[in-house]
């Protein structure tokens, strides 16, 4: 018998025909996610899901996965998963590292500019016939060319970042709770700094930390304090490293100058306050979203569970202890 496969939410069909085959796969063949006593349902006999951040996998959903060999999250970020859960569960988990980051890291350089140029307040000036006349300090903003790019966690997205404000010839801090190989540093000319100086220190503070315990609510109203009047604050990373309602009351009392935003705390959602604030940039957490890097994701996915299937190790295991251990197993039992 072929083993099945369970995929919760729309992929791009080129993923779902590379699965089709080797394996069953029931195709969940929307947008909507499915709820979880949904997902319970339809995973049983399954031995894969190809899961996407909206699905949550919490300890009591994980408990309930017999049989499920790997969970393969089409995203980098995979913190709709409880990792030590599935660990414990011996259960594979996947993510697509790698084939998104210049991408991402291109969407969080152009709310970089997006919202030092108030480029949509901008557009929106202009659609509405609001241009009438050339005035010296029209929309005027802040400069991102030589300027001081904070960066909050200098991991693979972190660094694609830091090359861009490179090219713009700024100066680089960083902080991250493990220090930087020194080639890494040389390379990219970045300073390791305590969180607190480089929110003083810098102009744009970019964000590219996976939301763990330790990074939630990283940046609240004390951290947003410290940040100069004129800073711009940029999240491409997930919405709960900054809490949105700090964040808003920050932008309203021009605590910091501007915010460009690809994440929310409670997606889709949007806090309200967000909406009304001309110098908050929001984009719906696209900062994979290009054709070509969509489509690797989806592939990598449908690789992970292909291999996990077949007996040849998953390419980006998030927990590659559980292949380890059942490699091992097997060298015992054979
Ligand atoms: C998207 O947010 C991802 O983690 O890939």
Redesign the pocket.
């Given at each position: 018998m072929r083993p099945s496969v369970l995929i919760t939410k729309r992929i791009f069909p080129e993923a779902v025909e590379l699965l089709r085959q080797h394996f069953d796969v029931e195709y969940h063949d929307t947008d909507d996610g499915l709820p979880a006593e949904e997902l319970l349902r339809r995973v049983k006999g399954k031995q894969a899901v190809v899961a996407q951040?909206t699905d949550k996998f919490t300890p009591e959903v994980i408990a309930q996965l017999d049989g499920v060999k790997i969970i393969a999250n089409v995203?980098?970020?995979y913190d709709n998963i409880d990792v030590p859960a599935a660990t414990r569960a011996g259960i594979l988990v996947s993510n697509?590292p790698d084939v998104?980051t210049d991408t991402t890291a291109d969407l969080a350089f152009a709310l970089i500019l997006a919202t030092a140029r108030r480029l949509f307040e901008a557009n929106k000036f202009l659609m509405e016939g609001k241009w009438n006349k050339w005035a010296i300090d029209l929309l005027v903003g802040q400069d991102v060319h030589h300027q001081t790019l904070g960066i909050i966690g200098l991991g693979r997205i972190g660094r694609a970042v830091a090359r861009r404000g490179r090219g713009f010839q700024m100066r680089i801090l960083y902080s991250d709770a493990r220090r930087a190989p020194e080639e890494v540093e040389q390379e990219l000319g970045a300073v390791y700094v305590p969180l607190e100086d480089l929110l003083r220190e810098s102009d744009i503070v970019s964000i590219h930390t996976p939301l763990t315990e330790s990074t939630r609510h990283l940046i609240g109203t004390e951290q947003l304090r410290l940040m100069k009047p004129t800073a711009i604050l940029v999240n491409t990373s997930r919405g709960p490293v900054v809490d949105e309602a700090a964040l808003v009351e920050a932008l309203r009392n021009r605590t910091i100058w501007g915010a460009g935003l690809d994440?929310f705390e409670n997606e889709p959602k949007v806090h309200p306050g967000l909406l009304e604030l001309p110098n908050a940039v929001l984009v719906p957490?696209i900062?994979?979203a290009t054709v070509a890097t969509r489509l690797k994701?989806c592939m990598l996915a449908a690789e992970n569970v292909s291999a996990a299937l077949q007996g040849r190790k998953p390419p980006t295991l998030v927990n590659p202890e559980v292949w380890s251990r059942s490699e091992s197993r097997q060298d015992a039992e054979g």
């Open positions: 951040l995203a980098v970020g697509t998104l994440v957490h900062g994979s994701m």
